[in-house]
């Protein structure tokens, strides 16, 4: 009997340590996926709701290029925040950061992996955030992230047709921005629902929804292409 609980009890201590998750390999295995692809362009139908705005529904064209170049053509979208259009892993996890494994959680009927990263340099904006990973397919669930200069947000992220390659065809980005400095004008594409603010500034809450189609992956998008937005 005594030998036999000596037995339970270390095979209870083995099955613990054998389910002890590498927060760094999660992040590692997410970031080798998304480096295959160099480059991609896309169709995006953008849906914004937000506290004060009316916002129309627009199409745009996104086009990405590694480690974190984005263009996005569309008219009316510059006051927005452009992180919830185009949502790259490798800018996240390019910056030094000390990663903290939490725990295991079922996502949309998904097994994913919690995983906090807090950036080692203090003059990162990026405070916090945790991120629900997918280890089947080395893909990013869910993210919410604290700033310092931006406030909070929260990406979520849907695959169906390229789940595959690790790119999403749906993301809701919520977001809470504290400080806001609104355009001096605001065109007639947009209709504000209560009074702007005497001193230009507001603090702005909402979703945006982009729905992806279309992709062209690796086609070499050349630099001069994302130096041309620069020099607007």
């Known amino acids: 009997?005594?030998?036999?609980?000596?037995?339970?009890?270390?095979s209870i201590i083995t099955s613990n340590m054998a389910q002890i998750i590498d927060a760094n390999e999660l992040l590692q295995d997410v970031k080798q996926k998304f480096d295959e692809i160099s480059d991609y362009e896309v169709d995006a139908m953008i849906t914004v709701d937000v506290n004060f705005l009316q916002v129309?529904?627009?199409?745009?064209?996104?086009?990405?290029?590694?480690?974190?170049?984005?263009?996005?053509?569309?008219?009316?979208?510059?006051m927005l925040p452009k992180?919830?259009?185009?949502?790259?892993?490798?800018?996240?996890?390019?910056?030094?950061?000390?990663?903290?494994?939490?725990?295991?959680?079922?996502?949309?009927?998904?097994?994913?992996e919690v995983v906090k990263i807090i950036p080692t340099d203090s003059e990162e904006d990026l405070i916090l955030s945790t991120l629900w990973i997918d280890p089947e397919y080395n893909i990013i669930r869910k993210i919410e992230s604290t700033t310092k200069n931006t406030g909070t947000n929260k990406i979520h992220l849907y695959y169906d047709d390229h789940l595959s390659i690790g790119l999403p065809d749906k993301v809701e980005?919520?977001?809470?921005?504290?400080?806001f400095q609104l355009p001096s004008s605001i065109t007639m594409d947009?209709?504000?629902?209560?009074?702007?603010?005497?001193?230009?500034?507001?603090?702005?809450?909402?979703?945006?929804?982009?729905?992806?189609?279309?992709y062209i992956i690796n086609s070499g998008i050349p630099d001069p292409f994302f130096e041309e937005e620069q020099q607007d």
Do not use: C
């Open 56 to 78: 129309p529904e627009s199409n745009a064209k996104i086009y990405f290029k590694q480690p974190d170049r984005v263009k996005l053509e569309s008219e009316g979208f510059a």
């Open 83 to 112: 992180q919830g259009m185009n949502f790259s892993p490798a800018k996240l996890l390019n910056i030094e950061y000390t990663a903290i494994y939490v725990k295991q959680e079922i996502l949309d009927n998904y097994k994913t």
């Open 190 to 214: 947009f209709d504000t629902k209560e009074e702007k603010p005497a001193d230009n500034k507001t603090e702005i809450s909402g979703m945006v929804t982009v729905l992806y189609s279309n």
């Open 173 to 179: 980005f919520t977001f809470n921005i504290r400080n």
């Open 1 to 10: 009997m005594k030998n036999f609980f000596i037995l339970f009890l270390f």
